[in-house]
């Protein structure tokens, strides 16, 4: 009796201990639980919301960074106020927020470093040259986890959008998030606010999860985005909420001539269970920056309150590259100004350099199961003269008027495609069709198969 209880007691202690993630090998604490855990503190950083951490941060990931090769390393933000000024992050590691755990971004541009532009951009976003640091940065990454209990990574960015707005930036701000030519990465279970421009920028990544994240930033912040998968493919976005001054998602490959020299798309990327507020943008913009071209992008079962249009597509004369393989299904939209918007003319080129025989090619554009009310004008379809977008589809589509609905219902230009079972009766260009618009049956695999629940 007394053998089996101890036995009993040491199998509670053990399973005590592996819930608590001591004492256990990795594999034992399941795959992308790391095997060296420090706390920020004991690098000497200090919660307060004062003192600058940026040393505590650099040198913390630095020497985790070494555990790369054994097992790998976390790096456990407590509870408390951390300021600190941009820093990068590395290979087989986690940054893990507790519950009341915030990351502030230096106000101080001094603390932000310039940095080369983007390759597929040749230049800074918002001015040309190089450009700001991005907040969180990372190159060259291999299983990168950013999670915890909800912690918050705050870019405390107005001093940014009032500079930006007062035209006192000599170069391009920087971004919330930035990881290159990285992979396996898993970001849940945080938030991010008050970004300086967009929030998350995955770009030139493979194999990237983002679930259970809120992004939240002043609804007429300027260019705050909240994630923009750029040149990157497979790519989830699962169970996010975003309110946020620009696109609530972005997908981009490069910048005119840049992105097609730099020629990578985005492709296989799954958005589903996103709530999105963004009064002057899309849901889900594919574009404007699409040089490098875009690809199988499955959208469904969305929620959009208050946003300016659902899935977008920008283009114009001197991007190249191509949209194409597009599929949207189950969206509820409430209150939007156009549920479906094309736009062929968009503005915005790199420099004179950009080659007016670069004409994108948007075809293969398929939505269904769409319902929306509180619609100002159900579709603004603008393609580009002598380059129409083909090749769209629109199935079960109801767009239920607001008292103040444009008599125009549908503007359509230099497009083609099928229409069936659309209300109201959509512009001729969408030729009647008899049967529902495709979504592939296959579901796309991507990221671990659940996410790692580690306890640190
Ligand atoms: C972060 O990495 C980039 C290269 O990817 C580098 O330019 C930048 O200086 C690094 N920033 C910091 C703060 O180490
Ligand atoms: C990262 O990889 C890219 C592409 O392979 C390479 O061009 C770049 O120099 C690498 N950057 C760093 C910081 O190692
Ligand atoms: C996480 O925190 C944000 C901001 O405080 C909040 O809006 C959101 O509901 C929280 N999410 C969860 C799952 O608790
Ligand atoms: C994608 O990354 C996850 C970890 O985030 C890993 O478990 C999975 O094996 C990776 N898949 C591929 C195809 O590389
Ligand atoms: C093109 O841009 C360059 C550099 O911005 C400028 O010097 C040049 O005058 C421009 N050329 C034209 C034709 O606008
Ligand atoms: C049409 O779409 C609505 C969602 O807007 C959905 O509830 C309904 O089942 C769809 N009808 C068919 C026949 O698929
Ligand atoms: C309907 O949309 C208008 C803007 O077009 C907005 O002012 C109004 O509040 C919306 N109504 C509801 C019930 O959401
Ligand atoms: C319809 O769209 C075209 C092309 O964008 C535009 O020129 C025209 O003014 C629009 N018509 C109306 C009535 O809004
Ligand atoms: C993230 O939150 C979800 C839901 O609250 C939870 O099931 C999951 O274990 C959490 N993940 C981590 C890594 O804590």
Redesign the pocket.
Known sequence: MAARRAALQAAAVALALCAAGIGATPAARGAGCRKHVRRVTEYGAVGDGRTLNTKAFVRAVADLGRRAGDGGAALVVPAGRWLTGPFNLTSHFTLFLHRGAEILASQDLDDWPLIAPLPSYGRGRDEPGPRYSNFIGGSNLTDVIISGY?G?INGQGQVWWDKFHAKQLDYTRGYLLELLYSRDIIIS?V?F?DAPSWNLHPTYCTNVTIS?V?I?APVHSPNTDGIDPDSSSHVKIEDC?IVSGDDCIAVKSGWDEYGIRFNMPSQHIVVRRLTCISPTSAMIALGSEMSGGIQDVRVEDNIAINTESAVRIKSGVGRGGFVRDVFVRRLSLHTMKWVFWMTGNYGQHPDNSSDPKALPEVTGINYRDVFAENVTMAGRMEGIPNDPYTGICMSNVTAQLAPKAKKLQWNCTDVQGVAYGVSPEPCPELGAEGKPCTFPEEELVIGPPELPKCTY
């Open positions: 909800n918050t279970n938030t606010v259970g809120t939240l909420y």
